[in-house]
């Protein structure tokens, strides 16, 4: 495909998916070819719109010699069962986040990719920030050395309109959670990836505010296999600023600050300091490092036209599908805990962990009280 577009067809055309098409058109490397939805009249709607064929069911469009690889916008349980049927048919396949709900359904999905031998992306924006791309950088040449601590918080506001914008959110027969499944994936992504996985989480979830039956408001303590420990909030009950990460380490401190990034070298390390100083109240001298970002492309295009670069050109992934499993592991280790309430290990078990959604959905009879469908991007991502 050297030299060619990407004929790229979207399923689920609501609220992402209505950005996704619009980033394809802006890019070189892709061609909008198709569009599929459940809801018919939507995906007239955006077909029409943008002058492609459309689909009410997506096996249709797959079923057609229209498009080499698909985006997946759709509700989370659908991500796996039609990424599966992507890879079937021979597709590249780059899913919305989380790439499923659970994690069991997560690896079929990654087995079905690797079996396939297609391209496999998630929708992971943030790892395209300029400052994200820095702290990677930072961390894998080992500027932090071993990591003592590790933290996480995170605002995710949303009010009680946007959970009536869909029958389907904050439900567990729907989303299959709250900020963990739906508002948190992204940051948790970057955390364990800047941070490493946990070994054990102890987890709480709770519905603080809303009238939904998932979390609003979720918390946990993390255990690391060296020692290290660490705390995670996620909560859609409270408002920016206030996003953060740390990760602490012997050599110095990583602070992801509301978007910025910032580093600050212990000198010397503090094992070594603690070793050879004499004074009773010493400290080593603590410098803040001036970051020089790189200048990159960021935002959801970018992780378009990377995906489109990968099938073209053979470009690596910033944003791999199977690193999509590693948030949605922490995910599951915080509900399940929850649950339990008692500690758990990672890697969760997935069979406990299908369980209680499974528990959770077959006996769920929350109603809303209220819906008013409206599908629509975040207002704040357009042009992202």
Same mark, same amino acid.
């Given at each position: 495909?050297?030299? #060619?577009?990407?004929?790229?067809?979207? @399923?689920? +055309?609501?609220?992402?998916?209505?950005?996704?098409?619009?980033?394809?058109k802006k890019l070189e490397e892709? /061609?909008l070819t198709a569009v599929a939805?459940?809801?018919?009249?939507?995906?007239?709607?955006?077909? #029409?719109? $943008?002058?492609?064929?459309?689909?009410?069911?997506?096996?249709?469009?797959?079923?057609?010699?229209?498009?080499? %690889?698909? +985006?997946? %916008?759709?509700?989370?349980?659908?991500?796996?069962? @039609?990424? @599966?049927?992507?890879?079937?048919?021979?597709?590249?396949?780059?899913?919305?986040?989380?790439?499923? +709900?659970? !994690?069991?359904?997560?690896?079929?999905?990654?087995?079905?990719?690797?079996?396939?031998?297609?391209?496999?992306?998630?929708?992971?924006?943030?790892?395209?920030?300029? %400052?994200?791309?820095?702290?990677?950088?930072?961390?894998?040449?080992?500027?932090? *050395? #071993?990591?003592?601590?590790?933290?996480?918080?995170?605002?995710?506001?949303?009010?009680?309109?946007? $959970?009536?914008?869909?029958?389907?959110?904050?439900?567990?027969?729907?989303?299959?959670?709250?900020?963990?499944?739906? /508002?948190?994936?992204?940051?948790?992504?970057?955390?364990?990836?800047? *941070?490493?996985?946990?070994?054990?989480?102890?987890?709480?979830?709770?519905?603080? @505010? =809303?009238?939904?039956?998932?979390?609003?408001?979720?918390?946990?303590?993390?255990?690391?296999?060296?020692?290290?420990?660490?705390?995670?909030?996620?909560?859609?009950?409270? +408002?920016?600023?206030?996003?953060?990460?740390?990760?602490?380490?012997?050599?110095?401190?990583?602070?992801?600050?509301?978007?910025?990034? =910032?580093?600050?070298?212990? /000198?010397?390390?503090?094992?070594?300091?603690?070793?050879t100083n004499t004074e009773p109240?010493?400290?080593?001298?603590?410098? #803040?490092?001036?970051?020089?970002?790189?200048?990159?492309?960021?935002?959801? *295009?970018?992780?378009?036209?990377?995906? %489109?670069?990968?099938?073209?050109?053979?470009?690596?992934?910033?944003?791999?599908?199977?690193? *999509?499993?590693?948030?949605?592991?922490?995910?599951?280790?915080?509900?399940?805990?929850?649950?339990?309430?008692?500690?758990?290990?990672?890697?969760?078990?997935?069979?406990?962990?299908?369980?209680?959604?499974?528990?959770?959905?077959?006996?769920?009879?929350?109603?809303?009280?209220? !819906?008013?469908?409206?599908? /629509?991007?975040?207002?704040?991502?357009?042009?992202?």
């Open positions: 495909m050297a030299g #060619e577009k990407v004929r790229l067809g979207v @399923i689920g +055309v609501g609220g992402m998916g209505a950005g996704h098409c619009v980033n394809a892709v /061609q939805d459940i809801d018919a009249a939507r995906a007239k709607e955006i077909g #029409e719109q $943008y002058g492609v064929p459309y689909f009410e069911r997506h096996r249709d469009m797959l079923a057609q010699d229209m498009v080499d %690889a698909v +985006v997946i %916008a759709t509700p989370h349980y659908f991500h796996p069962p @039609i990424a @599966i049927d992507a890879f079937e048919a021979g597709l590249h396949v780059l899913s919305e986040k989380p790439i499923g +709900v659970s !994690v069991s359904m997560a690896e079929r999905m990654i087995e079905a990719a690797e079996k396939s031998g297609k391209v496999f992306a998630v929708m992971f924006q943030m790892r395209t920030e300029p %400052a994200v791309r820095k702290a990677r950088e930072l961390v894998e040449a080992g500027e932090l *050395g #071993e990591t003592r601590r590790t933290l996480l918080i995170s605002p995710e506001f949303r009010s009680q309109a946007y $959970y009536d914008s869909g029958g389907w959110r904050a439900t567990w027969k729907g989303e299959g959670g709250g900020p963990l499944m739906n /508002q948190g994936p992204h940051i948790m992504d970057m955390f364990t990836l800047l *941070g490493g996985m946990p070994s054990r989480v102890t987890g709480w979830t709770k519905t603080l @505010i =809303h009238d939904i039956e998932v979390e609003d408001h979720a918390e946990a303590t993390l255990e690391y296999p060296n020692g290290a420990t660490g705390y995670v909030y996620i909560s859609t009950c409270e +408002v920016r600023p206030g996003q953060l990460i740390e990760i602490v380490g012997d050599k110095g401190k990583l602070r992801y600050v509301d978007g910025e990034m =910032h580093l600050y070298r212990n /000198q010397p390390p503090v094992s070594e300091f603690n070793r109240w010493g400290t080593p001298k603590v410098v #803040e490092v001036e970051l020089e970002l790189p200048e990159s492309e960021s935002g959801h *295009g970018a992780v378009l036209r990377n995906f %489109a670069r990968a099938i073209l050109y053979g470009e690596e992934l910033i944003s791999p599908g199977a690193d *999509g499993i590693k948030s949605l592991e922490l995910a599951n280790a915080i509900m399940l805990s929850s649950h339990k309430g008692e500690p758990v290990d990672i890697p969760v078990d997935r069979q406990e962990f299908d369980d209680l959604i499974d528990h959770l959905r077959s006996t769920s009879t929350f109603k809303k009280k209220r !819906v008013k469908p409206k599908r /629509q991007m975040d207002p704040r991502l357009k042009g992202k």
